[in-house]
């Protein structure tokens, strides 16, 4: 009877694996709107009345940081370690040069409320918000212009392709794109009214908006052409972000959803959370963030599809195999066998021995494991992958050839 019993939850368990979004304590009930990582370990939110949060830990404690106003700070970007910016009510830019420590006001030249903030570097940054409202730097904030966008929506995201070409997205299906460093917006054609909340591009070309309604859209053209992509969801979607041109995450309405080939299909990914997500972050292929309201931050450190365990078996003895395909290009299975319940992380490294990846991190029943490592963005060399489980330890070497 003890073993059917132990079955039968080892069985429950591997059912639930999935859900890999695990909540942080973020010590805040405040809004959390804005997300943006700088490191591994470091990362900031911001949220309403002026609420900065700050994590050195990768998102294990957060503290609160003093940002000198009460002004709702809905978006926050981090360009370096050191250097970021926030945007919100009334116009509001602050920038900080410490890592958060000290925040200056920057002179905006608008008062209306400014919603996004994007930077491609130290340099060049753009913000864009209420009533059609864009505006621009070239000199990391000191001066900020005001763009003639064409639309009196609201443009709650911009991103910036190259330091001449941008897109932005708004309210009623609207789509702008710049060439020119925003000296003419050009309205692109949606195909949707549907207010959009949300754009990334992945290349000069390739780029996804996503916004209510489940909407997300896809161009391969720079925007000549959007088309509709499949998500199975029609709840709102609040952000969108790709780490890999294939690999990337939108999140909104009790909804998070992930896709794996470049929008072709998005999967469900559960999430205990019962309000809106509003923005969305990874600082590797797996390590990721999404925060929303009343204070929520979540994390997944496997991209939130979750390492499947293949067989409740309890094996005899603790091992990790040797990853297949390898060589490999993109994509790897990774396969272990743990003896006993306990505290498992499974990491790789870059032949400095640097740390690249951490595709397992938290505490995981007996049983046969099997998890995918997706290389997308690293350079063709020699890895290593390393498991670690109470007191076992092996390290094993694969290749990744591009």
Known sequence: MKKIILFLLLLLISSQSPAQWIQQTSGSNETLLGVSFSSLQTGYV??????ILKTTDNGKSWNPLSSGTTNFLRDIFFVNALTGWIVGESGLILKTTTAGVNWSQQVSNTTQHLVHVHFIDNLTGSASGQNGVIINTTNSGDTWNVQNSGVSVEIPCITLITSADACAVGFNGTILRTTNNGSNWIQQTSGTTSDL?????????????????????????????????TTNTTNDLFAIYFYTTSTGTAVGTNKIIRTTDGGGSWINQPVSSTGDLYDVTFANLNSGWTVGQTGRIFFTNNGGTGVKMISSQIPEKYSLAQNYPNPFNPKTIINYRLSSSGFVTLKVFDILGNEVSEIVNEKQSPGIYEAEFDAGKLSSGIYFYKLEAGNFSEVKKMTLIK
């Not at 911001?46 to 609420?51: F, H």
């Not at 591009?201 to 992509?229: M, Q």
Request: glycine share 16%.
């Open 46 to 51: 911001s949220g309403t009345t002026g609420a």
């Open 197 to 229: 909340r949300s754009v990334y591009y992945t290349s000069f070309n390739d780029g996804y908006a996503a916004g209510y309604n489940g909407t997300i859209l896809k161009t391969t053209n720079s925007g000549a052409n959007w088309t509709a992509l």
